[in-house]
């Protein structure tokens, strides 16, 4: 729409959208109005042969060429989005530190990494209730019994928290508790969950997958996006390849280039890419370098007798010095640590 555009043009050319099939999406920046058509081929021919490009207010119409519409960095006209969960800016030149243990194991391991992140500074708290395995034989996570604790942890230390959903049928206790919702890897590609968390209304994380493209990706968020959710957040968390080193390839490209593609704020996974607790530092100073707009990490009171995944967690007594660090790399990208309300 033109600068000064009024409601009611706006209004009528949402109308007019609508009545040819599409789905009007409504952006609104400090100048300008975007009104995205959101459809198939046969809606956008409709509404472009229509009399939409001449209607009162309108100042272009503009075809959104990738598959991916509500996720495009178009339907922003490049601007980033920032997000509000819990009090907490994500995005735009704020940097999120989402920081806590893989699981849940016990009352006094959760409260005391709580109270721990709390006083580094940490945005959020995260810790897993219900845990994806590769063995079933493996530890599959407290359940309702770890969200209990995750929401006493909340309310102690007024943290926003993160956790995994893993089964459509959990996503209401899960959205009882939880700020945001965790997508892991392996359930990027799970678009009737994804569609689900869309419906909850609930900010959620997606995962890359192990071999998933950028583009997979962005499109496992548009599952999200189009059932009315517009907080959601992109994370790079390594690739499989062909290097046995270390357990995956932490793609640091997919930052920049995730931010020509797309407006959602995109962070970084360093504990699951690097497997090991040495690497994580790294890895983390690299990503809030490359400008990143958070870092969800793995930190435990004593990583040596952690139920899964001990080697790549951070020690806790480690955890100040390392905030402190990605902070002055954040720093140099242009960004703040999101620690309160704003």
Request: proline letters at 6%; charged letters at 25%; glycine letters at 8%.
């Amino acid at each position: 729409m033109k600068p000064g555009a009024s409601d009611e043009q706006i209004q009528a050319v949402v109308d007019k959208v609508e009545a040819a099939g599409s789905k009007a999406h409504i952006s609104r920046g400090e100048v300008l109005t975007l009104i995205g058509a959101i459809g198939d081929q046969e809606h956008d021919q409709r509404i472009a042969d229509s009399a939409v490009p001449s209607m009162p207010g309108v100042d272009k119409l503009m075809p959104i060429l990738k598959p991916y519409k509500l996720a495009s960095s178009q339907i922003k006209a490049g601007e980033r989005s920032v997000f509000d969960i819990g009090g907490r800016k994500v995005g735009g030149d704020h940097f999120a530190m989402i920081a806590g243990p893989c699981t849940v194991e016990s009352r006094d391991q959760l409260l005391v990494s709580a109270d721990a992140m709390k006083a580094a500074g940490a945005t959020m708290f995260r810790g897993g209730a219900y845990k994806p395995r590769t063995s079933p034989y493996s530890f599959q996570g407290l359940g309702q019994e770890g969200l209990r604790l995750l929401q006493e942890a909340k309310d102690r230390t007024g943290l926003p928290i993160v956790t995994e959903l893993m089964d459509v049928r959990d996503v209401e206790a899960v959205c009882e508790v939880a700020d945001v919702i965790q997508v892991g890897a392996r359930n990027m590609q799970n678009y009737t969950l994804l569609s689900e968390i869309g419906r909850s209304g609930t900010p959620a994380i997606i995962k890359r997958g192990l071999s998933a493209t950028l583009e997979e990706l962005v499109m496992a968020a548009e599952y999200i996006l189009k059932e009315g959710n517009e907080k959601v957040l992109l994370c790079e968390r390594g690739i499989r390849t062909y290097e046995p080193a270390y357990r995956f390839t932490l793609d640091l490209m997919a930052v920049p280039v995730l931010k020509e593609m797309t407006h959602l704020p995109i962070i970084v996974d360093p504990s699951h890419a690097a497997g090991r607790r040495d690497l994580v530092p790294s890895l983390s100073l690299a990503a809030a370098a490359v400008g990143a707009d958070g870092i969800i990490v793995e930190v435990h009171p004593d990583p040596d007798e952690a139920i899964c995944d001990g080697p790549q967690q951070l020690r806790l007594e480690d955890f100040p010095a390392y905030i402190e660090q990605v902070e002055r790399a954040a720093a140099v990208a242009g960004k703040q640590l999101s620690t309160a309300a704003v």
